[in-house]
């Protein structure tokens, strides 16, 4: 069984907006916090966002600071990244991740979990 599955990736225009979905198998997010990375072709993999337990916290990436909210619905075990004014520059895939709650927030190695991933591609 797949711990993480992504969805809602997609093409859109430059300005527009999209909202991925990450469903986490069993509670995976009531032990292990959740995160978004994206990897853009020829580029490393880049911390996104993150929320902490109880949704107090929220860190994000310099470059989608102001434009992307991540936010988690306990009940459904799935966490959610709201992605508004993109920018050809977000083309990437996207990755839905799980770390210990005690691990750096933006670190990819202290990644426990891994979705397959989700293609957004933003046009100009």
């Known amino acids: 069984q797949v711990p993480l599955v992504e969805s809602g990736g997609g093409l859109v225009q430059a300005g527009g907006s999209l909202r991925l979905s990450c469903a986490a198998s069993?509670?995976?997010?009531?032990?292990?916090?959740p995160a978004w990375f994206r990897r853009a072709p020829g580029k490393e993999r880049e911390f996104v966002a993150s929320?902490?337990?109880?949704?107090?916290?929220?860190y994000y990436g310099d470059s989608v600071k102001g434009r992307f909210t991540i936010s988690k619905d306990i009940a459904k075990n799935t966490v959610y990244l709201q992605m508004n004014n993109l920018k050809p520059e977000d083309t990437a895939d996207y990755y839905c991740?799980?770390?210990?709650?005690?691990?750096?927030?933006?670190?990819?190695?202290?990644?426990?979990?891994w979705g397959q991933g989700t293609q957004v591609t933003v046009s100009s």
């Open positions: 929320i902490t337990r109880h949704s107090s916290n929220t």
């Open positions: 069993g509670y995976i997010f009531a032990n292990y916090r």
């Open positions: 991740a799980a770390a210990p709650y005690y691990s750096s927030v933006s670190s990819p190695s202290a990644v426990t979990y």
